[in-house]
């Protein structure tokens, strides 16, 4: 059984910044890799930034230069620095963490939280 808690969102003024964190737990030593995805309604949950756990990441062009991802392999926790925040930003991020199992790969997602950015 897998969790992933995820905590940070709030609204906020454009310009301005957060940072959203996600802990996982469960019976897996080891999540790789971790990310964050955004989903607006009425669209397609698309990608915003992952980490593997040697620290290779990977960003979407739309937040490159304003967000870092970074984790904490120790605690299978992985964070979202949100910078220069811009009202399209406004949406519900969603945590995900990937494991292997041999030759199988499994995910598991977080419940979402919600990040608003008033203009």
């Known amino acids: 059984q897998v969790q992933l808690v995820e905590s940070g969102g709030d609204l906020v003024q454009a310009g301005g910044s957060l940072r959203l964190s996600c802990a996982a737990s469960g019976t897996i030593l080891s999540f790789d890799p971790m990310g964050w995805y955004r989903q607006a309604p009425g669209k397609q949950r698309e990608l915003v930034a992952t980490i593997t756990s040697g620290g290779n990441t990977n960003y979407a062009d739309s937040v490159k230069g304003r967000f870092t991802i970074s984790r904490d392999n120790a605690k299978n926790t992985v964070y979202l620095q949100m910078n220069n925040l811009k009202p399209e930003d406004t949406t519900v991020y969603y945590c995900?963490?990937?494991?292997?199992?041999?030759?199988?790969?499994?995910?598991?997602w977080g419940q979402g939280t919600q990040v608003t950015v008033s203009s």
């Open positions: 995900n963490a990937r494991w292997r199992i041999v030759t199988r790969w499994y995910e598991h």
